[in-house]
């Protein structure tokens, strides 16, 4: 399966490796910078358009048949801002990513919401990096998201759909499973919109913690305390 966009505005795919293609006739009118194309299904696409507007995501799961708007509105839309590019988790196919000129933001709803953090905070509005232009968003293999920016070189993440935190663990620290942070502020300043933070049964010495981002909280056998 192979998507194309043009300048015009026009969609083509293929589900045949390139033998026949369909086009999507559209009153887009702007150039398509980016497509993501849902790794479980796909006739369900996001298509970024030129300009800075609010209309600029363009969500199908019709194969190009029919659009909706996915930029979101009120407070938990994106900012009327130029975007590059869009993404895919790759495990995690409700959650999008879009690449603008000041950062990424996250969705983990197929853009019907964002995860626009509140005004002050350490991202001032995104998830980061911080205050930059971002060209392009790339995985390394399933774990890594990379973010190509204009002029301040390449930011890594790791999106985790589950972290973490074991008070008693001893070693290097990355929220997997295997390498659980020691501390529920790790992890909180770890964790992306729609994660879980799934903690181990323990006192954790970690107050004050300021929550700024959507996310569930479980303890993983019993109850923990968080003080």
């Not at 959650?95 to 964002?114: N, P, R």
């Not at 392009?136 to 890594?144: A, E, I, K, S």
Request: proline fraction near 6%; aromatic fraction near 10%.
């Amino acid at each position: 399966v192979i998507w194309l966009g043009y300048d015009n505005g026009l969609v083509s795919f293929t589900s045949d490796g390139g033998s026949t293609w369909t086009d999507r006739t559209t009153v887009f009118g702007r150039q398509v910078l980016s497509i993501a194309v849902n790794p479980s299904v796909w006739t369900e696409a996001f298509v970024i358009l030129d300009q800075t507007s609010n209309d600029n995501v363009l969500y199908t799961n019709t194969a190009g048949a029919s659009w909706q708007v996915r930029n979101g509105s009120g407070t938990t839309g994106l900012p009327t801002i130029a975007i590059s590019a869009v993404t895919y988790h790759p495990l995690q196919p409700n959650w999008v990513y879009v690449g603008t000129d000041i950062g990424v933001f996250a969705s983990e709803d197929k853009g019907l919401t964002w995860s626009v953090t509140p005004t002050g905070a350490t991202n001032s509005g995104n998830d980061g990096p911080n205050n930059v232009e971002v060209d392009d968003l790339v995985w390394q293999g399933t774990t890594h998201l990379l973010a190509a920016t204009h002029g301040r070189g390449i930011y890594r993440c790791t999106p985790l759909p589950i972290v973490y935190v074991d008070k008693n663990y001893v070693g290097p620290e990355d929220g997997s499973e295997t390498m659980p942070f020691n501390t529920v502020a790790e992890a909180v300043a770890a964790y992306g919109p729609g994660a879980i933070v799934q903690i181990k049964t323990n006192t954790y010495p970690d107050s004050p913690l300021v929550i700024d981002k959507r996310g569930w909280f479980e303890s993983a056998s019993g109850a923990s305390r968080i003080q």
